[in-house]
C-alpha cells in the first residue's frame, strides 16, 4: 500500500496520536486509553496455527511480492523491499545463533562448576571473537531494553515482563515459517503443489477494548424486498457504503424485462472510481449469474487493483460455462487479467482438471496456460485412464 502511495505522487508517515481530549493520567497504557489510535487483534495463542499465519505472511509479503514487481523503486523503496525479504537469510542466522549461545553458555558454565561436564571451548576470552560477541551481546540487551519500554508503554509493565521469552518464541515461530514458506513456494515452481495460503482459524477473535460502548442492533432492512425503481437509485448513490449494500439485495431470479434498468446501472458501476464498488459488482455478477454481464466479469478479472480482480475471477469460476469465460481470458492480451486467472486455477485444482481434459479451450489459450502454470503441465501430463 505505501508502494502505491508513492507511486502516485503521494507521502506517507507513520502516526502515532492521542486524541486532544484523552484526560488520562501519564501512566496508563495507551491500550487502556479510549483515544489511542491502533489496530485492535489477537495474533493465534498456539504454535502450530501462529506459524500457519506468519508463513502465510511471508509467502505473500516475501515471495510472491518479490516475483511480482522485482526491485523497482529508488534506492529508499529498494532498502523497504530488503527489509521484507530478508527473513531467510535473517532467520537462518537467529537460529543458529541461538544454538551457538546455548553451547557458549553450557561450556562457561561447565567452566564454572555450575554443570557437571565441561565442552570443548569455542571461544576463548580475549580473542578478537569473544570481543564481537560481548559487543553483539550488548546490542541484543539494547534490543530487548527497547522492546520492553515501548510494550511497558502501550500493555502496562507485566506484559513487558514477558518480553524476552515472547521474543526468543517469535524468532522460532519466525524461522519455522519461513522455511515452510519457502517449501511453499519451491513446490509450487516444481508444479508439484499449487502455492496456497494455509489459513489460519482465528479462534480468539479481535479482542474487545475495556471502554468498547455496545451498538444498537441495526435494523432488519435486508428482510424488506426493493423495487427495481428503488435498486436503481440507491445503485446511484453517492455513499460507496450504500451502494456496497443495495448490491447484496439484487435478486437473481428477476425476470428479463426488469433486469433491464440494473443490467445498465452495474454496467456503469463497473466504471466506479471506488475499488471496492468494484469488487463488490464482481462478486454479485458472479451470484446472479445473468449471462448478459459476462463481457462486464471479464472487464474486471483485468482491473489494476487486486481486490478487484481476485473477486471478479472467483465468480467467473463459478459460472456454468467458466471455460469459455477463461478462454476469453487468456487469449487477451490484458497481464493482470491472465496473471488473477491463472493463479485463482492453481487454488483450485478440480477446475484445472477439467480445463486439462476437456477440450473448452481453444489451442491458442491452451499454450498459455501450459507456459504460466506448471501445475497445469502436471495435469495434461498424467496418463489417460
Not at 11 to 38: E, H, M, Y
Not at 109 to 136: A, E
Not at 156 to 185: D, E, S, T, V, Y
Request: charged letters at 25%; hydrophobic letters at 45%; a positive charge.
Amino acid at each position: 500500500m505505501s508502494k502505491k502511495i508513492l507511486d502516485s505522487g503521494y507521502t506517507s508517515a507513520f502516526v502515532n496520536l492521542l486524541l486532544a481530549d484523552d484526560d488520562s493520567k501519564w501512566w496508563t497504557p495507551l491500550c487502556q486509553r479510549s483515544g489511542f489510535i491502533s489496530n485492535w487483534a489477537y495474533f493465534p495463542f498456539d504454535y502450530k496455527r501462529s506459524v500457519r499465519q506468519k508463513s502465510r505472511w511471508i509467502l505473500g509479503i516475501s515471495i510472491q511480492e518479490w516475483t511480482l514487481t522485482g526491485w523497482q523503486g529508488g534506492w529508499r523503496i529498494r532498502e523497504n523491499l530488503l527489509k521484507d525479504r530478508k527473513v531467510f537469510v535473517a532467520m537462518t542466522a537467529t537460529l543458529l545463533g541461538y544454538l551457538c549461545f546455548i553451547y557458549v553458555a553450557l561450556d562457561f558454565m561447565g567452566r564454572w562448576g555450575w554443570v557437571p561436564f565441561q565442552l570443548h571451548p569455542v571461544v576463548v576470552p580475549g580473542t578478537v571473537l569473544f570481543q564481537m560477541l560481548v559487543v553483539v551481546l550488548g546490542l541484543s540487551f539494547v534490543r530487548l531494553f527497547q522492546r520492553m519500554f515501548f510494550v511497558t508503554a502501550v500493555y502496562g509493565f507485566k506484559p513487558a515482563l514477558l518480553a524476552a521469552p515472547r521474543m526468543m518464541l517469535g524468532n522460532i515461530i519466525n524461522g519455522h515459517a519461513a522455511f515452510l514458506a519457502l517449501k511453499a513456494f519451491s513446490d509450487s515452481q516444481r508444479g508439484r503443489q499449487a502455492m496456497k495460503w494455509a489459513k489460519t482459524d482465528h479462534m480468539e477473535g479481535v479482542g474487545a477494548q475495556p471502554f468498547e460502548m455496545e451498538r444498537p442492533p441495526a435494523p432488519p432492512e435486508h428482510e424488506v424486498e426493493l423495487s427495481v425503481a428503488e435498486l436503481c437509485l440507491k445503485l446511484r448513490a453517492r455513499d460507496s457504503a450504500e451502494v456496497i449494500g443495495t448490491l447484496e439485495r439484487i435478486r437473481a431470479n428477476l425476470g428479463e424485462g426488469e433486469r433491464q434498468p440494473i443490467l445498465h446501472e452495474l454496467e456503469r458501476l463497473v466504471h466506479s472510481k471506488d475499488p471496492l464498488v468494484r469488487a463488490a459488482v464482481g462478486k454479485t455478477i458472479g451470484r446472479i449469474a445473468w449471462t448478459e454481464l459476462m463481457p462486464e466479469l471479464c472487464i474486471l478479472v483485468g482491473d489494476h487493483e487486486w481486490p478487484v480482480r481476485a473477486n471478479a475471477t472467483s465468480a467467473l469460476l463459478d459460472q456454468p460455462n467458466f471455460g469459455e469465460l477463461a478462454d476469453l481470458v487468456l487469449i487477451s492480451r490484458d497481464k493482470f487479467a491472465i496473471e488473477t486467472l491463472v493463479k485463482m486455477l492453481e487454488q483450485d485444482e478440480p477446475r484445472l482438471a477439467l480445463l486439462a481434459e476437456g477440450g473448452s479451450l481453444s489451442n491458442r489459450a491452451r499454450n498459455v496456460l501450459l507456459e504460466r502454470s506448471k501445475v497445469f503441465q502436471r495435469f495434461t501430463q498424467r496418463p489417460a485412464a
